[in-house]
């Protein structure tokens, strides 16, 4: 029978303590969390406030030339953070960026994610697993929480795995689709809707807030829903909130075609997919 001293019986509980329970993520305590963007004083635990990114949006498309992903759902273009007045960083940690999206998801055996992304997050140019890693190197790269610095014994990429498993839990949360079809605004080559019956349908999904919708000309293709956050953007409290830009749809006449399959080929001309500086001007 090993004989333990009291020393080594604590070397054991911390060791067990590291291995087990809290392996991973840091936890964040619940009571002293600070709503991301409405601190009022220096918060200091960079690991549960989301800081300078405090606004985090959960991005997505409408990709109708050429469709891309079911007919009757939207689709995820990422999570961007955004400095809580519309301005924002790219590109913050090049030594953390990644080109193989899909090996790091296999590698941590996170094979149903990867399925799921490979039906929901989409490109229409690129390849997908270089879509996937264009939106961890240039936004999920600024949002501080998810960060090795935030781990107990850190594996490599586990913050890359988090923030995927992260945007798409969340995307999960936000079925546009459904909220809009539920307010009888379904895909149609000759109806069009008002920008008010956009917001009252989304809404009814996000807290009653507002959303930014963008359009191309007259025609719907992307939207921003922003949250702000209570603790770790990888598993924290995400709370609805306003919209930082502003839409880009009319007030009216807007246009929310079908995905039509035989145009799923087709290369989609002029609009830049990554657009976000454009849809700023
Ligand atoms: C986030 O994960 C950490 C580590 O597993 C855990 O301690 C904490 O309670 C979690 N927070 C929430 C809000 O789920
Ligand atoms: C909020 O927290 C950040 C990070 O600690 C700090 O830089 C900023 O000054 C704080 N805001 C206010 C109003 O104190």
Known sequence: ?????????????????????????????????VLSCHNTTEVTDMCCFNYPGGALLQVQFWDTDPATGPTDSWTIHGLWPDYCDGDYGEDCDTSREVSDVQTILEDQGRTD?????????????????EFWAHEWNTHGTCINTIDPDCYTDYTDNEEVGDFFQEVVDLFKTLDTYTALSDAGITPSNDATYTLAEFQSALGDIHGGYEVTLLCDDDTVYELYYYFNVYGSAVNGTYEPTSPLEDSSCPTSGIKYPPKDSSSKKTKRAGRSQRGRKNQKA
């Not at 070397?11 to 329970?21: T, Y």
């Open 113 to 129: 994610l990867l399925e799921y992304m490979e039906e929901y997050w989409l490109s229409d140019d690129e390849s997908d697993n």
């Open 1 to 33: 029978m090993p004989f333990y001293t009291p020393k080594s019986l604590l070397a054991i509980a911390v060791a067990d303590l590291l291995a087990g329970a809290t392996a991973g993520l840091i936890g964040c305590s619940t009571t002293d969390e």
